[in-house]
């Protein structure tokens, strides 16, 4: 028991002296009130406004280096969404895509994966990624990341994202409404960090340095994106799915037509960070 103890003190002190060695990084989300045309391409001269998260480090196959092939990433938002535009450097285009469904693995294939840490606790985190072909993902990270019962992709919401392959380089394009994530009124500031997996250079990197004994998507090693203005209240999203049925049947033999028709929907509340109210109506 003594061993074990000296042992954990001994891991907690070289966790704390590494942390305290790297610069808290952070970026400025500058609110707009423009509007940006989803295509995956960040040619809106908005963007060009916009400051970037950018030096990203190794994570594998080491992780006291600035990575080889770097990840720009640019923020911007108004009152209904978050607009993200990502600019990341390959060695090729020769991209390994183990999967175009979404909610995809984003082992062994290449994708870049943004947490956010809304209510600055390093507990919990809402996760969304996307690969080259704009193949979609979003989930939830609870217990700070530490293992992998913290990490689910069960979690769904609405949002768009589209990408671009270019010689060298691929682009991506996210807007997620501010009704995906759940914060504070007046809230300044979200807790940010990004990782990226690059098959053709054999590279895992991420924005704020994180040591390997760590795991990639844990909430331990963030910085800080600010908003330029107070963000107003958190809204619960609403999803309604209306629908129309109508139906004949014909019984030939005993000259007998009945008609049938009928009108409903489907509705889908958020309850919490996890969970969902699915709310079907007939008539």
């Known amino acids: 028991m003594f061993n074990l103890r000296w042992l954990a003190f001994f891991f907690l002190c070289s966790v704390l002296s590494y942390s305290q060695e790297l610069p808290e990084k952070s970026f400025t989300v500058k609110y707009i009130t423009e509007e940006i045309t989803l295509d995956g391409a960040l040619d809106d001269y908005v963007w060009g406004l916009a400051e970037a998260a950018d030096d990203f480090w190794e994570y594998f196959p080491v992780d006291s280096l600035p990575a080889r092939e770097q990840t720009e990433i640019k923020m911007l938002y108004d009152d ?28 062994n294939s290449d994708n870049i994966t943004l947490l956010f840490d809304t209510f600055n606790d390093a507990n919990n985190a809402f996760l969304f990624g996307i690969n080259p072909y ?138 919490g960070n996890s969970m969902n109210l699915d709310v079907t109506i007939l008539r």
């Open 134 to 271: 704009g193949v979609r993902r979003e989930g939830l990270v609870s217990g700070g990341g530490l293992n992998l019962r913290g990490f689910t992709i069960s979690w769904d919401v609405k949002w768009k994202g589209e990408s671009r392959i270019y010689d060298g380089y691929y682009t991506s394009e996210l807007v997620i409404p501010l009704t995906s994530f759940k914060f504070r009124e007046g809230e300044t500031k979200w807790r940010f960090n990004s990782y990226r997996f690059d098959t053709q250079s054999n590279e895992q990197s991420t924005w704020v340095r994180i040591p390997q004994n760590q795991n990639i998507y844990g909430l331990t090693f963030m910085g800080e994106m600010r908003f330029e203005k107070p963000l107003g209240k958190s809204r619960t999203p609403l999803a309604l799915i209306p629908y129309v049925a109508a139906g004949t049947f014909n019984d030939r033999e005993n000259s007998d037509q009945q008609n049938s028709f009928s009108v409903g929907g489907d509705a889908k509340v958020s309850i």
């Open 80 to 107: 209904t969404n978050l607009y993200i535009g990502i600019t990341v450097y390959t060695a090729g285009s020769d991209y390994a895509i183990q999967s175009l469904r979404r909610d995809f693995r984003a082992g």
